[in-house]
Structures are given as structure tokens and as C-alpha cells.
């Protein structure tokens, strides 16, 4: 990826008493390095892919320490690498996405979480959870009470956050068990500071290395019969061990209030949500005073029942303010006090809502109802300020009822190479009639968007040609999978591709062959274009895909004999390559690789040189397409087979018609769509391209000098 | 503003306007100016032109006065408590208001005038484009304060991006505690000299300054609301390139009312300009026996000849039927040539080669030959199709800035004569009068509604190939089953029917598909639309009755797979 992050190495490197200013993922960067972390790896994914950006780009810096970085293929990978800290005393950290990336991690999770850890081990994962989120909505929080491992949820401070990075560690150390952190969305992109330490180079390291390896040990294995003793071990040693770490540490926090006799158990992470709720119902202040007792837990897995009871008892009412179903923080409490025959009443998901995210509006709903009944003067007035609220949303919404707001979701960047394909696809089925699409994870579930509205089925990062499986040997059609380069090494290859021609099944398999793993940031693959390439690159404005040919060679190798490769921006081909694909008499695996570069890394590497050519006063040709607004008809056809940003309308100059023409605006990148999709599509001729050349050389200049004379003879006014 | 609660303030963008920089700048600001400030945001995939909001939190009062204690603030806003909603944007403006974010009482509204489009709005064959002047009302509505302004021109303007534009409303506006030097010591970021060094900077600092002045001006937005909403209206005033000077004759000028006149004279123009003084006398003629009609139900002009005028328009764009004489005529003249450097923005010293896409098929062709002729080549290409070939068509790139394209081009636009012997010719005005006899039979039989109704059906025809096919079949189908009483209900009300016909053709106008169509066909008691035959490559599954013979390599099985 050719982003950079020069800035936020510039933060790692902070020593002890210089104050960090910068983003929550960043500072838990930094905490990493605070606590001697020895290797670091994870599988990049919105909200925390920027932990291993800066960690890869910082890599020098990180060999200066010892650390070795591994950005893995998978978050299974990942997972796995944590094995180190089994057998020696290396802190390991490790990130990804949640929900999906702790699925895919599950396997590893449960064989690293049964022999237990020696070195401390840390978990970052990306609660996507909620508004902005970009996964299905489920909890991390399962896989920490089914595997054994410890659970934090820092209160979101930057402070706090890093503490609980370094406490994590420890935790890890003192209970042999994992540690998973989870951040939301909104925790991993507030931006705050803190007073750094120093960074630690950890003892073991890629600098001081080990001279041997542990000694033979079947405890450590996860294989029966030890595993028997180890599911023992959780409940017997390592939990308990745990709960003594957080007490000790006062890792939870507890905050006193005015009303002793009532009292608020709250996940650390939803604290400051919790705080602006009270403050709403008049309960705190802006300092974060509470009029009710809180406890904050920090950590939510394991939970210490001694805690618990002492805070709830002889309390007439505790509120367990906890995000998402199923309420298994409440539910544990419920039972740890009704064992203890604690019979404080118990509120929570009684009173909030189960599912979905708890803003600030939503909590304030659910607390207010409990303060009413509770806060000795709390009245309904508290909780008026909501249904005015909904009130002005209904009114607002009767104003536009007539048309509604249309949705705005992210789609095909300005020039993106897999926008043409989906303009082809389209046209395709025009012909072959409409197939069963399996769509996948990445840039091109884009296409599910208006105006293409393409994908029967998503079932995960890389599972479009597995999830068709059951579909294509059942319809009289053939079914088409779609795949990126992201999601065919993320797992493709191995479950969709390898099980399709072991089974010897007829499938049509689309490749959208880019170079990186786009919408999670543009990270690096191996089919990425090599640094070398680039540079040796004369028209830097090309693109340099085809320069490897990882994914093709992979293909061959496992036997695959239909094998198409198509330049995303011909239409034309890519429809006919495609209804061959869908039409051809060849049975068993049918492959189609779309090929272009990711637009935004072509256009990171376009855009500085054609300044440095115009400084230096060379020649430089720049396209753009156009449409004739007179000729233009005003059906957008055009529009519907491309939906790109910078083809759009505008009012029809002609005062005899009445609908908008279609225009083209800057920031068109001149990537040919246009113009491909005219021919393919016969569309109305009113589409040009223009090329304009700055600095043209001497013989251009005569030649289009007398020509243009000529020209302008023939023209009419 | 209150002094024991933090300053809340939102931030509407879209993906890659800077949104991030902008948070980036502000919180430095914050740290400069001695303030405790928070800000989050939810990228995620929204950086893909996607809608996304950065959130900002500042305490009012600066950290010395705090004796140390720290305000804990929102990593979310709170619906009605917002000071500040600023957005790059109008309709995501309005998307917040509508999630009740902005008060009446409390919240202020700096936000673009600026639309971008979303993909919804422009693939609508019609205009699906939201109503400014509604999404305008609610912001009035919802806000303490307004400003509206067009961001994104000024941000062009100064050469940069539309985050240092909202950063200068947002300082601006008085609303957060900093002063004017501490957002521009942010955005130098280091840098002190009274010139930066960097030219980015320096076009952030423009546009910064430029949305200050603006938002600290009240007096002009009055001015730079009305000028959002009057640009809608004179855009639609302006003329197009050429036809201006071909007057309307005088004997029309008599004949037609004045509420007709403007129409008729820019239809007549356009005739004379598409063909030639004698078929543009047709036009005026066949207009005539519309208004004979119309003048008998409405006498009075009460309605302001609302059925003549819309005829007007849409026979003069009709009988102006687009073909390649007409494309190629429009696209070698000496102002689209300009037009096109304009829209480019080619520099003078720059060469600009303009390269024309063309894809004439048969009918194309066969348009400019008479009846026989065409009807042979037509009866070829169907052959060729029937035999799986795709249509045959020519797939041009001429390069109107060549000698030879533009030649051929000229060449082209000079078959204007021939165009009258074409085949194509003869069915446009056949159809064309099948129309205006609806429209007249609707007037004078049924009533002025129904006649209105169908007069309006001409906004159907448009464009070429495809899309005007299809514009015809919906026209034509709309005459035969909704313009006449039917059969089954002879007696249907007129009115009843020109309640049919409107709704009809506004759902026609909603999708290509035409699903709409004919839904509100259907459920106005008329038959959908006869399915057009089209060319399918069917494809049988090969040998389906033994599958997964041939292509495995190995029998399928679950040894070793087993775990």
C-alpha cells in the first residue's frame, strides 16, 4: 500500500513523559510496545487494519527493537502464530476484525486456549459492532467464555486503553489464559492522549534470539488425553487465577454515588455513553460524577463473583447496562447472586434494548425507565427530551414523504477497475438470461449496490464458489461466483477453488484480479504488482497487475484448464468471455480474471508524477470523457450501467425538454468506462473522449496547427 | 452556550472529501488554544464516496480554569443536543436533520448548498432528483442559524478540498472558543512563515479564509439562498447553441394565443434548424388543428392552453427525431467545439483531440433508405440474429478534431435532404399523427383533462435505438388501451381515464424495466405491455441426467478428509 504513515511512526518512537496526541488504535499500537510485545501479526479489516499498517511500514523501527511483524494471510494464520507464547515467555499480539475474523480464527483460538499460554498473550480485535459497522452484528464475548479466555473492554480513554494493553499481558502471564481486547468502532477512531512510557525490547527477540528449543512437553500439546486436564484446569486454576489478577489490580473500576442504595454495572467500553445518559436524566455531571454508584468493568470475561456481590448487595436496585444479545454478563450475575441468595432486584435487558448498538439516546430510554422507578424525585420529565426527538423525526419525515431520502452507500471508486466488469456482467445476462450469483466480501460486494443490484448470497471472506456448491448442480443455468484477489487468498483458493475441481463441478468463477485487498485499505498481497516493477514502470499511469501472475500460475497448478484473462475495462470482451464462460460445452471449473489495478493506488502513484512532468514542462496526456448535452436523450441509460461518481446530471439546456441531461464532472480519471459501455451497449452517441496534451512536443504542435485550420473551415457556426 | 457542558458539534462528509484531516486539524486546534476536546468518527468502507459524520466534543472553558478535573465526553452524538451541524452536503445535511440530530432552539447549520448526486437519484429515467427547494425548507425549519453556501466551489476555487472550506465556517462561526490564528497555526501545522513553503497549504489556508469571511457575513447568505434557488430556474431559461434568429412567422404569431407563443417559436426554430422552413409550416399546421380542438372545449383559454403548449413541445422535439444526420450535424459545429474545451478545461497553449463514439447499426442506416431498401437490410439483419449472430453495427471513434472525422462528419450532417426519402421518416410522422389524433379526439370526445393527459404522453419519446423503441411501444399501448374508452367499460368516465393516463406515464418514466408500468397499467384495468420478443443463448445443462461425469479427477470422497 502506498499510503503513508510517517506521522504516526513518528508517535511509536514517544519515550516516557512525552504526551501522544492521536488516535485509540494508534495509542494501543503504542501500548503494545510499552509492554515488550516480541512479535506482532494479525489480518487487516476496518476498525483496526491501521495497528498493522503503521506496525508494517514502521519495520525498520521494529527490527531496531527486536519485534518481528508478520501481516498473515488469515486471521486462522494469526491465531496460529500465537503458538509461540505457549512454550516460551514471548508476548505475542495479534488483530483483526470481529466477528468474522475471530470465526475464521476459531480453530487455532481453541487449541492455543486448551494448553494455555507461558508468554502473554493479547487479542485486538474490532468490535464491528453497530452504527458504521460493515459485518453481521454477533458478540466476540462468546468465544471468550467458550475457549477460556479473558475478555477486556477498556473504558474508551486513551489512558485507560493502554493501561489495560499492558495489564492485558500481565493478566495473560498470570492465568495462562489469552487475552482478547475488544474496541468498537468508534474507540479505535477517537482521538485523545496520553503520557507515554518508554517501549521495552522484549527480552527474546529477533535480535536476542533462543539457542534451543523447549524440551518435550505433552502438556503443552492439544491432544488427547491431556486435553481432558486441561478443560479441568480453566475452571480449577487459570479463571481463579485471573479473577486474583483483576482484583489485586483493580483492574474494574468502582466510582461511588450520592444514591449508595442503588447501583449501575456497565461495560467499560460503554461507559462514557453511559455517563452522557446520566447527564441527559440529570444523574451526572460533566466531570463524570455519578449520582448512582457504577461499576465499570474493564474486564468482561472472567467476571469475579465476589465483586459482584459486593457491589449488589443490600442495594435496592442494579442496573447491568451490556451491548448486544445474548445478555451474558446480566445472565451471570443473576445467577452468581440468586447462588449467594442475594436478592437485590436485578434490570437490564428487561429495560434496554437486546439487540443493536446502546447510543447515548437509546440508553438514556431504558435508564430513565429504571430511574423512574428507583431515583427517589426522578420524574418522566427527565426523559422528555427523547420523544421530542422522535417527534421532530416525524415531522421531518411527513415534510419529505412525498420522496423520501434516497440512501447513500459506498460504492465503485471514480475509475475503479471492477466497475466495468459488473457494466459487463450486466450485459451479459442480457443474453444468457439471468444466473445465480454467489457474491463475496470486499470492493465488489459493491455491486450489490444500485445500479447493478447483482448476489443471490454472501457467506464470507472468500466463499462465493463454495457457497454455490449446493446451488449449481440444481439449476438448469450455470451459477456465477464472484471473488477478489483478497478473498481468494484469504481462503478461496482452498475452499472454493481446490473443493471445486476436486469435485470435478461446473462453475464459473470471476476474479476481480486488483493487487490488493482494496476495502480494507489497500493492503499488500502476494499477486501485489512488486516495489520494482513499479519503478522500473515508464507510463506510471498503466496498470501494472499483469506484472504478476501469482494468481494464474496458482490456478494452472491445481488443474485448472478454462482459464480466461480479461482487461477489466474492455465491456465488450469481458461480455463475451463471460457468456462463454456461462455457455461453453467445457464441464468442471471455468475461470475469469478480471484485471486491472485498484484505481486509488494507481491514482497514488499517477498523481505526483504528472506534477513532477508538468514542473519539468514535459509532455503530459490527460483524458476525460464528455457527453454532448444537445445530443444526450436523457434516459441515463448510461447511468445504470455504470453508477460512477463522476457521471452524473445536470439541468437540460434545451428550454423543449424537461429531464436532466447526464453530465461528466472533474475527477473523471478518463478511465474508458464511458466509452466502452457506448460501444458495447449502443448507447446514445453523445459520449466523447478528449485528450488534452500540455507541453505537446514541436511536430505536434505544426501538424495540429494546420489541421485545426482545415477543421475550422468545415465547421458551421 | 452553555459553560457545564461540552460543545457539540457534527461534521457531515462524503468518503475522501478529508473529513479525517479535518477532525485531525480541529483537535489540534483545540490542544493549541488550551481546550479539552474529543472527536471520533466511523470510517469503515464509507471512504469508498460512501456518507459518514466525524463527531466533535469540546468543554468550554479552558483546561487552567478545570483545577485538573477532566470532562468525560460522547464518542457519539446525541440527538438535539447538537451547537453545530456542519455538512459538505445538502441532502446528507438534511439526512442528519431527519435523524433528529439538529434543535430548533440549539443547533446552528453551516452547510453546502452543493449536491452530489446519489446513485438513486441519477439512474432514474426520468428526473429522480431530490427537490432543493424542499431540503432547503428543512434546514430552515430545524436550525437556530443557517448558512448555506456552495462549498465545493469554493474549495475549487482556492484549489484544494472541501475539509479547509468547512474548517473556515466552522472557526468562522463563532460557535467553538478558538481564536482565528489557532485553526491556521493547525492547519500550517509547524510552519510560521508568513508565506508556507507548501502549496497545499497555502490553497488550504485560501479556502479557510474565503469560508470564514463568508460565514461571518451574515448579510450575504440571504443573498446566496436565493441565488441557490433562482439558479434552478434560469438554468432552465437559457437557450441552446444555434437555433436563436429563426423568428416565428407572422401569420403564426396571430393565430396561436400568447401563452403558447414562446414554446412555439423555439419549436418552430428547432424544426427550421432540424430540416427546413417547409416542415417546420408542418408543425404550425399540425399544431393548429389541436388548438381548433382545445379552443372548442375551452374558449375562454381558462386554462391557458395548457394542451396546446405541451403539444407544442413535445411534436417540435418529436418531429426533430434524432438520427445520425442530426448527431453528426450537432457535433461538428464550431460552438460544441468550444464547448467541449470549456468543459475539459483545455488550456489555450494545450492540443485538444476529441474522438466522437458512434455505434450505428442497421437501422441506422436503413433509416436514410427508402421503404424497399430498408425493409431488405432489416429482413437481413433479423436473419443474422435468428441465427445466433449478434445485430450487426459499426463501432466508430471519429476524431472530429481530424480533417478526415470531421469530413465525414459534414458529409454526413449534408444527407439532411435525404432524410425526408428514408423510410424511418415516413413511420416517425405516421406515428407522430397517431398521436395528435389521440390528443385532438381526447379534447374534442373526452374532455380537456384526458386530451391534457395525452398531450403529456409525448415526454415517452425520446433518445435512440432502444430507449425510443421502448418510448413508443409505452406510447402507443397507452393511446390504444387508456386514450379510447375500451370495450369491456364503454363508459368509463374521461376523467377517470385521464387520471389513468397520468399515473400511468409517471410510473412509465420511474424504471426502464417498465415494472412499474405495467403494475399501474394493471391496476388502472388496462393490459400490461405484449412481451417483445428477445434473443436468448439458452443454455441446457449438459448431460444433466449423469452428472459429475467427465470433468472430476477423482471420484469424490471422505477419506482423509475425515478429522
Known sequence: ?717 | MQTTQPICVLVCALGGEGGGVLTEWLIETARIAGYAAQSTSIPGVAQRTGATTYYLEVFPRPLHELQGRRPVFSLSPVPGTLDLLVSSELLETVRQIGNGMTHPDRTQIITSSARTLTTAERMVPGDGRADVQRLLDVVRLFSREHQIFDMSRMARDSGTIVSSVMLGAIAGCGVLPFRREHYEQAVRGGDTSPEPQNRQTRASLAAFAQAFDRVQSPRQQAKWVREVVDKVVDDVARSPDGEAGTALPEAARKRFPAAVQDVLALGYARLVDYQDERYAATYLDRLSHVLEAESKRDPAGEKDWAITRETARWLALWMAFDDIVRVADLKSRAQRAQRVRREVKAGDEDILKVYEHFKPGVPEFAALLPAAFASRLKAWDRRRIAHGKPAWELALKVGSHSVLGMLSLRVLAGLRGQRRRGSRFAEEQAQIERWLAAVVAGTSDGSWDLGHEIACCGRLIKGYGATLERGKRNLIHVIETLATAQGSDADAQPQARAQAIAAVRTAALADDSGKALDAALIRHGAPARPVQAQPIRWMRKPDAAHPTEGGARNTPSTQGKSR
Open chain 1, 1 to 717: 500500500m502506498e499510503v503513508s504513515f510517517r506521522k504516526d511512526i513518528e508517535a511509536l518512537r514517544l519515550g516516557a513523559g512525552q504526551v501522544f496526541h492521536g488516535e485509540g488504535i494508534l495509542a494501543i499500537t503504542k501500548g503494545l510496545l510499552q509492554s515488550g510485545v516480541a512479535y506482532v501479526g494479525g489480518y487487516q479489516g476496518a476498525p483496526v487494519s491501521h495497528l498493522l499498517d503503521v506496525m508494517v511500514q514502521a519495520k525498520p523501527y521494529m527490527d531496531e527493537l527486536g519485534v518481528h511483524v508478520e501481516a498473515c494471510a488469515n486471521e486462522a494464520s494469526a491465531a496460529a502464530m500465537l503458538g509461540a507464547s505457549i512454550h516460551y515467555p514471548l508476548r505475542g499480539a495479534v488483530t483483526w476484525k470481529s466477528i468474522v475474523g475471530t470465526n475464521v480464527a476459531a480453530d487455532a483460538l481453541s487449541n492455543l486456549s486448551s494448553p494455555g499460554v507461558k508468554g502473554g498473550v493479547l487479542i485486538v480485535v474490532g468490535e464491528d459492532y453497530g452504527e458504521g459497522a460493515s459485518v453481521i452484528q454477533e458478540r466476540t464475548h462468546a468465544y471468550a467464555l467458550k475457549s477460556g479466555m479473558c475478555l477486556l473492554d477498556p473504558r474508551p480513554d486513551l489512558g485507560q486503553m493502554v493501561r489495560m494493553v499492558e495489564h492485558g499481558f500481565a493478566l495473560s502471564e498470570a492465568s495462562n489464559m489469552p487475552c482478547m481486547m475488544e474496541l468498537r468502532i468508534r474507540a479505535c477512531h477517537v482521538r485523545g492522549s496520553f503520557e507515554c512510557r518508554d517501549n521495552r525490547a522484549p527480552a527474546v527477540s529477533t535480535r536476542a534470539l533462543m539457542e534451543e528449543p523447549a524440551g518435550f512437553d505433552y502438556m503443552r500439546l492439544a491432544h488427547p488425553p491431556v486435553t481432558f486436564r486441561q478443560e479441568k484446569l480453566k475452571g480449577e486454576e487459570r479463571i481463579p487465577a485471573a479473577r486474583r489478577y483483576v482484583v489485586e489490580h483493580g483492574l474494574n473500576e468502582l466510582m461511588p454515588g450520592r444514591h449508595a442504595d442503588l447501583g449501575i454495572v456497565v461495560q467499560g467500553g460503554l461507559y462514557n455513553a453511559l455517563l452522557r445518559s446520566l447527564q441527559q436524566i440529570g444523574l451526572a455531571n460533566a466531570f463524570g460524577e455519578s449520582a448512582i454508584p457504577l461499576l465499570v468493568l474493564n474486564v468482561t470475561c472472567p467476571l469475579v463473583p465476589e465483586q459482584l456481590a459486593d457491589f449488589c448487595d443490600g442495594k435496592r436496585s442494579v442496573l447491568v447496562v451490556e451491548e448486544g444479545q445474548p445478555e451474558y454478563i446480566e445472565q451471570e450475575i443473576a445467577t452468581q447472586l440468586r447462588r449467594r441468595g442475594i436478592t437485590t432486584p436485578l434490570h437490564g435487558k428487561d429495560m434496554l434494548p437486546l439487540a443493536g448498538e446502546l447510543g447515548v439516546e437509546v440508553m438514556a430510554g431504558g435508564l430513565s425507565t429504571w430511574a423512574r422507578q428507583y431515583v427517589p424525585g426522578q420524574t418522566a420529565q427527565q426523559g422528555e427530551w427523547i420523544d421530542v426527538n422522535r417527534q421532530r423525526r416525524e415531522e421531518v419525515a411527513r415534510m419529505l414523504a412525498s420522496q423520501p431520502l434516497p440512501n447513500r452507500p459506498p460504492s465503485f471508486c471514480v475509475g475503479c477497475p471492477e466497475r466495468p466488469v459488473f457494466s459487463a456482467l450486466k450485459l451479459a445476462q442480457q443474453e444468457t438470461g439471468p444466473v445465480h450469483i454467489a457474491a463475496d466480501i470486499g470492493c465488489h460486494a459493491f455491486g450489490t449496490f444500485e445500479p447493478f443490484s447483482m448476489g443471490h448470497s454472501i457467506l464470507g471472506y472468500g466463499m462465493s464458489l463454495a457457497s454455490r456448491a449446493g446451488v449449481s448442480p440444481v439449476m438448469q443455468r450455470r451459477t456465477l461466483s464472484v471473488m477478489g484477489d483478497g478473498g481468494f487468498w484469504h481462503n478461496g483458493l482452498l475452499t472454493g477453488v481446490q473443493s471445486a475441481i476436486f469435485n470435478g463441478d461446473d462453475a464459473v468463477l470471476l476474479i476481480f484480479k486488483n493487487g490488493y485487498t482494496s476495502a480494507t485499505g489497500t493492503q499488500d498481497i502476494i499477486s501485489t504488482p512488486d516495489e520494482a516493477v513499479k519503478e522500473a514502470a515508464v507510463d506510471k499511469q498503466q496498470s501494472l497487475v499483469d506484472k504478476n501472475q501469482t494468481i494464474e500460475t496458482t490456478l494452472k497448478g491445481m488443474g485448472v484448464q478454462w482459464l480466461r484473462t480479461v482487461h477489466s475495462y474492455d465491456v465488450a470482451r469481458m461480455r463475451k468471455t463471460l457468456v462463454d464462460a456461462l455457455t461453453s460445452d467445457f464441464q468442471g471449473l471455468k475461470v475469469v480474471i478480471a484485471e486491472g489495478e485498484c484505481q486509488l493506488e494507481r491514482q497514488r502513484r499517477i498523481r505526483p508524477w504528472i506534477a513532477q512532468l508538468l514542473k519539468r514542462g514535459e509532455r503530459v496526456m490527460r483524458v476525460k470523457y464528455g457527453v454532448d448535452e444537445d445530443v444526450c436523450n436523457g434516459d441515463h441509460a448510461c447511468i445504470r450501467l455504470s453508477g460512477c461518481p463522476t457521471l452524473t446530471l445536470k439541468d437540460n439546456p434545451d428550454p423543449l425538454k424537461v429531464d436532466p441531461v447526464a453530465t461528466v464532472i472533474d475527477g473523471c480519471v478518463g478511465c474508458g468506462l464511458c466509452g466502452a459501455n457506448a460501444h458495447a451497449a449502443t448507447l446514445c452517441p453523445s459520449f466523447y473522449r478528449a485528450e488534452v496534451i500540455t507541453h505537446p512536443k514541436w511536430h505536434e504542435r505544426l501538424v495540429h496547427g494546420l489541421r485545426s485550420r482545415i477543421v475550422r473551415a468545415l465547421q458551421p457556426a
